[in-house]
């Protein structure tokens, strides 16, 4: 079965302007995570929608945003973007979600900020 | 969730076994040990989860001793291609709100031929 997609795979933006990341998870699967990846910070928990409802939430500012639709595909926004948002982004998707469950991760969207 | 210590890089050789450590000692009775395997600019992937004693799949065995206080990844035969930073989590194991995946540093493995 298809993984989980992403897209954009790359992005380029400017300090103050705001993106949109989509993600698309495996068939089935009804859980998103949101992380965001830098070299300082490492692998860094963002969200997670769970039918179409955020259930958990990291330790993020309010300017990082995001929704799950009926179909589980999801959408992480991030307004009045910053250098420091340059991070990669990934998605991550699985059955219920939870610790005990396996989580299938998207190949990230590379967000340049400038 | 349980904070876990893992060493931050190791060397190993193609055909050898590589075995990574990872401590955790305030895991709590519900909590499972789960390992991700990272390439660089791809995300996470899932290698192996366990409760206690032995697990084994066909990439790897997790050993996980009666106090539960650390765990062994154990790689057998490396080659080239496992060169990658490998994470060790522990979270309690039901669905739900406890869920989140939280990553620590990871241990940077490099085989060399």
């Known amino acids: 079965k298809a993984g989980v997609t992403q897209t954009p795979r790359y992005l380029i933006k400017t300090r103050g302007q705001q993106v949109t990341l989509s993600c698309s998870p495996i068939?089935?699967?009804?859980?998103v995570s949101w992380y965001q990846q830098t070299p300082g910070q490492g692998l860094q928990f963002l969200f997670e929608?769970?039918?179409?409802?955020?259930?958990n939430k990291g330790n993020f500012p309010g300017r990082f945003s995001g929704r799950q639709f009926s179909n589980s595909r999801s959408e992480m926004n991030v307004s009045t973007l910053e250098l420091g948002d340059s991070a990669l982004y990934l998605c991550?998707?699985?059955?219920?979600?939870?610790?005990?469950?396996?989580?299938?991760f998207g190949p990230g969207t590379r967000l340049t900020v400038t | 969730l349980a904070k876990t210590t893992q060493p931050i890089s190791m060397d190993s050789y193609e055909g050898q076994e590589v075995n990574i450590t990872c401590s955790h000692n305030n895991i709590a009775t519900n909590d499972y040990i789960t390992w991700y395997q990272q390439f660089p600019s791809q995300g996470p992937r899932f290698i192996i989860q366990?409760?206690?004693t032995k697990v084994t799949n066909e990439v790897a065995s997790l050993f996980i001793p009666a106090d539960r206080k650390s765990s062994t990844l154990s790689l057998p035969r490396v080659s080239l291609s496992d060169t990658a930073v490998y994470y060790c989590?522990?979270?309690?194991?039901?669905?739900?709100?406890?869920?989140?995946?939280?990553f620590g540093k990871g241990t940077k493995l490099s085989v060399k031929p």
């Open positions: 989590l522990v979270g309690d194991g039901d669905g739900g709100s406890q869920g989140n995946l939280i």
């Open positions: 929608y769970f039918s179409e409802t955020q259930r």
């Open positions: 068939s089935g699967h009804r859980s």
């Open positions: 991550a998707s699985s059955l219920v979600g939870g610790f005990g469950y396996e989580q299938y």
């Open positions: 366990g409760y206690k």
